[in-house]
C-alpha cells in the first residue's frame, strides 16, 4: 500500500469501526451499484469515522505558518510583532484537556457532537480555520467520503494473516504534509 493511501486507510486497521462502516454503506445503498454525492449525507457513522482519522493523522500537520501582524499574547505568552507563529493541529487533536482517551481511534466520540472540521471548533482543525483556512475542503473531503464508500461497499477489506494492528508503523517525516517513514 503507499504511504498516502495507508494515511486515509487508517481506519481498516480498527476492525470494528471498519465493519461498522461497511454494514452501513451497504445497508444504505442495497443492490444499487455505487456510491454518490447524494447518498454520502445519511452514513452517520462513516463521517465519524472520517473526523477521527483527521482527528489522529493531520494531514497538515502544523498547517500553514503565520507571522504576527503586531505583538499579542497567547495562553499567557507574549508574542512580539513579526513572530513566526505554527499552529500544531496534531497535537491539538490529541490533547487530553480536549479528547477523552485521546490516543484511541473511536469514531463514536462524534456521533451525536457538533464537533466539525469546518474550523469554528479549534480542538479539530485539519483544515486549518479564519482567513487562510483550506480552500479546497469541500472537494477533500467529498473525495475520500467517495472513494472510502465505494471501497468499503465494493470489496472486503481485511489484513494479511501476517500482519497485525500493532505492527503497522505509523511514523511520520517531519514536514509540511504527513509521510510515513516507509
Ligand atoms: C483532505 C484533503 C485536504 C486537507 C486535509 C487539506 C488541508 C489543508 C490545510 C491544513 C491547509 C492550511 C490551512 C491553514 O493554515 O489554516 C490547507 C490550505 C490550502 N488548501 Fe487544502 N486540504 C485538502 C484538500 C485540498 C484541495 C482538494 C485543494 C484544492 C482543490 C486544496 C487547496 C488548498 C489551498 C489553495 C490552500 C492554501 C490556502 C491559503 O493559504 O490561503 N486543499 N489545506
Redesign the pocket.
Known sequence: MRPSTRDVFIAPTDTTATTKTQAEVRDLIGKKGFVNEDDVHNFTYLKAVIKETFRLQA??PL??PRETFRKCSIGGYEVPTKTLVNVN?WAIGRDPEAWENPEEFYPERFIGSSIDFKGLNFRLI?????I??????H???AA?ELALTNLLYKFDWEMLPEMNKEGIDFDVVPGLTTHTKK
Open positions: 494531514i497538515a498547517l500553514v493541529a485539519p483544515f486549518g480555520a479564519g487562510r483556512v483550506c480552500p479546497g475542503m472537494m477533500g473531503v475520500v
